[in-house]
């Protein structure tokens, strides 16, 4: 009996191998499933644990003690939805909610940590605030920037979190667009900018004036992280001042000029800084070429930091909070092909706890390699991207969907993607390309997709096209092309521009008209208009190029299927426009599928508009690839 088992088990097992399983399709819930708990941050005293929760469709807030495992739940919301929490003293939490209004209207609360004696701060705001220090000042104080006095600044404020009063602290005279205390809480720092050129002002102490310390054009990147606790007068900052690739460097805020270069290298970009105030310094320096990496600043932060690197090997990790002796850490993990965990990681042990998934529902070994690809554009210029091949099938004759990143600038960059995912679970080759403009490549390639968005950004990613039917991994009939917001822009403009390289493609929010995108910058946002003017195009002086680079003037010329999403309470989004739109282009028998969505704060209702986009969106695809 037994020997007729291992035979039978052997079969099966031969059969396996000659007969491989068809790839499971994952319901598209998974891919886009709205997390349990998240939003993770530790006390400064390393005691206690707080997090957003979800509870009856809303999240609240609760936090752990450590030591015994206590939990309390902070809130019961039935309304608004929290968008952020901190802690401002061992025993205190600050958090702020939104409603899902267009105005996202606010209010600020301050609780202890065991639920008693909440203080509402403020209620239906209609202004935005920005948290500029956390820690409390005298026992009372926090530092925060808000546009009330003028909804198109943000002036700074000592927030009282006892009364609620906000007594200013900075007056915007309209142009400063940044602020920064030192590791005391003291106002120092302030960038002001005309939209195109960014200066940097210093003032020791806050009874003094700010003075400029050094002017650039805001091509140029010159990113302040902290200030020197060792050396007055120092600031350490992310610099491609008079190079190409961003640098960490000690900036004299004196003279203007780099005191000592950190870390610099021709072919890394600095994308981010870790600075320790209980060490009093710099600790590493994270770069990112196809992925990113981390590079230690001594031999002490290497031993230190490089243990994390141990427990999560082959993981992106990053630090989201930490306690004020640097001993316990909330970290967030990813690849690939896992969103990744929450940890409490202890260094007096050297041990990490899982604190959650991001989404247990998505099983790594079921989904696919995000691989580094380059090749050249048709003016020589060297172009980067991913490609993300459907698992289990050979890399010849695929359909592909091209997905553009978001901007303007912005890249792609190697983790976790629903998006990516979802598609490549439904046999879909997935191509994005970090085309020209993208960030993170130099200053040169930055500025190269200025004003290209419907000429060289395109071919840029029509040439990437064409390399994946080169190589004959592509299917040249069976090619579709999707994008959210400028990416959904750049989408439509290719469509409608090359009907012989793409089957069918759509936009998720996307830009279809560049005068109307200009016109719904907020309030807050307008000195940097200039900017856009730079890297878009000026409305007045540029009037030619920008209607022929806007696609709602050429519903003429589209001819392949179209899937064109819109959320109603975005307010960047013209929701009257994209429909006058899509009318245009039934009237010329173009096959539309609309859908609208609505994605506000609430993880519940995201979910829900999520999922039925992307139910449309396969169907879409399906029918308008498999047909040719």
């Not at 099966?12 to 319901?27: D, G, H, L, M, R």
């Not at 606790?229 to 900036?251: G, H, M, T």
């Not at 856009?532 to 003037?553: C, H, K, L, Q, W």
């Not at 001819?559 to 959320?567: E, H, M, R, V, Y």
């Amino acid at each position: 009996m037994l020997k007729r088992i291992i035979l039978l088990v052997l079969v099966v097992s031969i059969w396996a191998c000659k007969n491989p399983k068809k790839e499971q399709t994952i319901p598209v819930d998974d891919f886009f499933k709205a997390f349990d708990k998240a939003y993770y941050h530790i006390s400064p005293d390393g005691k206690s644990l707080s997090y957003l929760k979800l509870q009856d469709k809303k999240l609240d807030l609760f936090v752990d003690d450590l030591a015994t495992g206590n939990s309390v739940q902070l809130t019961h919301l039935s309304e608004k939805t929290i968008s952020f929490h901190f802690w401002t003293s061992n025993n205190e939490l600050i958090y702020y909610t939104e409603d899902d209004s267009k105005e996202r209207r606010s209010d600020i609360f301050v609780i202890n940590k065991d639920g008693s004696k909440q203080i509402q701060l403020s209620s239906n705001e209609k202004t935005r605030l920005r948290v500029i220090e956390d820690q409390l000042i005298d026992d009372k104080y926090i530092i925060v920037a808000s546009n009330k006095r003028d909804s198109t600044v943000f002036d700074v404020y000592r927030l009282n979190v006892r009364n609620g009063q906000m007594d200013i602290a900075a007056k915007n005279p309209g142009n400063i667009t940044e602020w920064m205390t030192d590791n005391k809480g003291v106002l120092k720092i302030a960038v002001a900018s005309d939209g195109v050129n960014e200066t940097l002002m210093y003032r020791e102490n806050e009874n003094q004036s700010f003075q400029p310390v050094i002017s650039n054009n805001f091509e140029t990147t010159l990113q302040p992280i902290a200030f020197s606790e060792q050396e007055p007068n120092v600031l350490y900052a992310i610099s491609n001042v008079n190079r190409d690739k961003n640098a960490l460097v000690a900036l004299d805020l004196k003279t203007g000029k780099e005191k000592q270069v950190l870390f610099a290298n021709d072919t890394l970009n600095v994308v981010d800084a870790r600075y320790s105030r209980t060490q009093k310094k710099m600790i590493f320096v994270t770069c990112e070429t196809w992925k990113k990496e981390k590079f230690y600043l001594d031999d002490d932060s290497r031993r230190t930091y490089g243990k994390i690197d141990q427990l999560l090997p082959g993981s992106e990790w990053r630090i989201m909070d930490k306690d004020k002796m640097d001993k316990v850490f909330v970290i967030r993990t990813f690849t690939d092909k896992n969103p990744g965990s929450y940890y409490l990681y202890t260094a007096s042990d050297n041990k990490l706890k899982k604190l959650t998934d991001i989404n247990s529902s998505i099983k790594e070994e079921m989904m696919s390699d995000m691989k580094p690809i380059s090749f050249k554009s048709s003016d020589s210029l060297t172009i980067n991207g991913y490609l993300t091949l459907p698992k289990n099938k050979k890399a010849t004759n695929l359909p592909v969907v091209v997905v553009p990143h978001n901007g303007p600038g912005g890249r792609n960059s190697w983790g976790y993607n629903a998006d990516v995912q979802f598609l490549a679970n439904r046999g879909y080759a997935v191509l994005q390309v970090n085309y020209r403009g993208s960030t993170g490549y130099g200053k040169s390639f930055y500025a190269a997709g200025f004003k290209q968005w419907s000429d060289k950004i395109q071919e840029d990613v029509n040439d990437g096209v064409r390399w994946l039917i080169d190589r004959k991994i592509a299917n040249p009939k069976k090619i579709a092309i999707y994008g959210n917001g400028f990416g959904g822009y750049i989408a439509l403009n290719c469509l409608y521009k090359n009907p012989d390289l793409y089957s069918c493609g759509g936009s998720n929010s996307g830009v279809i008209n560049l005068f109307s995108y200009l016109k719904t910058i907020p309030p807050f946002l307008k000195s940097n208009l200039q900017m856009y003017y730079e890297i878009i195009g000026n409305p007045i002086t540029d009037t030619d190029y920008m209607r022929f680079a806007s696609p709602v003037f050429h519903a003429d010329r589209f001819k392949t299927p179209l899937f064109i999403a819109q959320n109603p309470k975005d307010p960047r989004v013209n929701v009257a426009e994209g429909v006058q739109f899509i009318k245009e282009l039934k009237k010329r028998n173009v096959p539309v599928t609309y859908i609208e969505k609505e994605e506000g704060p609430n993880p519940v209702l995201r979910q829900q508009g999520r999922t039925a986009l992307y139910k449309a969106l396969e169907e879409f695809l399906k029918t308008n690839l498999s047909k040719k």
